[in-house]
């Protein structure tokens, strides 16, 4: 090993090797060192606790939506976005080597990525079962499947498992793409006049009739562009909701400031996630 990679730090995934959270990693942050983790949770206790600098975290994709699980975990996290990134998504359909596609019955991968390739699903006519993630269903065909068996995963999982490619590109879409979100334990916001900017925040609305509306007229009347709002029930509640959103613009710029504050007027607790730069690849 060298000096290099001795001394880098680690950024956490979840997944194993060969999952596309890696692949984000190895891509958007090669100065870090990816480490698997079993769980979302234990991703974000890995960057909380010190044993990692970053964690990759995906949180939506352009064909299966938002990955649920991190909208929950990030208000409670006490982690901070520095940075989005936007990987465009190929899934291939691999098997152990000498399988035939005609033998194939049964396909295994993470529910999101059997979601975004329901049309070879269909149209081979296999059972879909759900795998904990992508490139732990590789490893598992690698160690223990039967020619009846395929899964859906990344080249790379391909690579490090063995496995043949029985075909490429098996996503529904070619835009398929995947948004993930670089956090760490410490704010890294992005300085005024950096570029276009995107503020992330959760907030939850006061118990008052028209309390989400009032919340949310600051952006139109201040001209704020308010790219994401999504909801999700808190505690197994249908009475409480936290609302996650994006809104382009800086917090010290007059328009998005104005916007907060008549936001925080009308909330019962709002939180900034993170305060940075707009990838590249938003648009």
């Given at each position: 090993?060298?000096?290099?990679?001795?001394?880098?730090?680690?950024?956490?995934?979840?997944?194993?090797?060969?999952?596309?959270?890696?692949?984000?990693?190895?891509?958007?942050?090669?100065?870090?060192?990816?480490?698997?983790?079993?769980?979302?949770?234990?991703?974000?206790?890995?960057?909380?606790?010190?044993?990692?600098?970053?964690?990759?975290?995906?949180?939506?994709?352009?064909?299966?939506?938002?990955?649920?699980?991190?909208?929950?975990?990030?208000?409670?996290?006490?982690?901070?976005?520095?940075?989005?990134?936007?990987l465009p998504?190929?899934?291939?359909?691999?098997?152990?080597p000498g399988?035939?596609?005609?033998?194939?019955?049964?396909?295994?991968?993470?529910?999101?990525?059997?979601?975004?390739?329901?049309?070879?699903?269909?149209?081979?006519?296999?059972?879909?079962?759900?795998?904990?993630?992508?490139?732990?269903?590789?490893?598992?065909?690698?160690?223990?499947?039967?020619?009846?068996?395929?899964?859906?995963?990344?080249?790379?999982?391909?690579?490090?498992?063995?496995?043949?490619?029985?075909?490429?590109?098996?996503?529904?879409?070619?835009?398929?793409?995947?948004?993930?979100?670089?956090?760490?334990?410490?704010?890294?916001?992005?300085?005024?006049?950096?570029?276009?900017?995107?503020?992330?925040?959760?907030?939850?609305?006061?118990?008052?009739?028209?309390?989400?509306?009032?919340?949310?007229?600051?952006?139109?009347?201040?001209?704020?562009?308010?790219?994401?709002?999504?909801?999700?029930?808190?505690?197994?509640?249908?009475?409480?909701?936290?609302?996650y959103a994006?809104?382009?613009?800086?917090?010290?710029?007059?328009?998005?400031?104005?916007?907060?504050?008549?936001?925080?007027?009308?909330?019962?607790?709002?939180?900034?996630?993170?305060?940075?730069?707009?990838?590249?690849?938003?648009?």
């Amino acid at each position: 090993m060298s000096d290099s990679q001795a001394t880098k730090k680690a950024i956490a995934y979840q997944g194993e090797p060969g999952a596309f959270s890696e692949l984000a990693c190895i891509t958007f942050a090669p100065s870090y060192d990816p480490s698997p983790c079993a769980t979302f949770e234990r991703a974000f206790e890995a960057v909380a606790s010190g044993r990692a600098e970053r964690a990759m975290l995906p949180v939506e994709n352009s064909l299966a939506g938002r990955v649920s699980d991190i909208h929950h975990l990030l208000p409670e996290a006490d982690l901070h976005i520095v940075a989005e990134h936007f990987l465009p998504v190929e899934h291939h359909l691999m098997a152990r080597p000498g399988a035939r596609l005609e033998d194939i019955k049964v396909v295994r991968s993470h529910a999101m990525a059997l979601g975004q390739c329901r049309g070879v699903i269909e149209e081979l006519g296999v059972r879909p079962e759900v795998s904990g993630d992508t490139a732990g269903a590789a490893r598992w065909l690698a160690d223990s499947g039967a020619a009846g068996d395929a899964v859906i995963a990344s080249i790379r999982a391909a690579e490090i498992y063995g496995l043949e490619v029985l075909r490429a590109n098996v996503e529904d879409a070619k835009h398929n793409t995947t948004r993930f979100l670089e956090m760490a334990r410490e704010p890294d916001d992005a300085a005024l006049g950096d570029g276009p900017i995107v503020t992330s925040f959760v907030f939850q609305v006061r118990n008052i009739p028209a309390a989400l509306y009032k919340a949310l007229g600051g952006f139109a009347t201040n001209g704020v562009n308010m790219t994401k709002l999504e909801s999700y029930q808190l505690e197994g509640s249908f009475s409480a909701s936290m609302f996650y959103a994006d809104a382009e613009g800086h917090p010290q710029e007059e328009p998005m400031r104005l916007a907060l504050e008549e936001l925080s007027f009308f909330s019962s607790s709002l939180k900034i996630l993170g305060v940075y730069k707009s990838a590249r690849d938003r648009g």
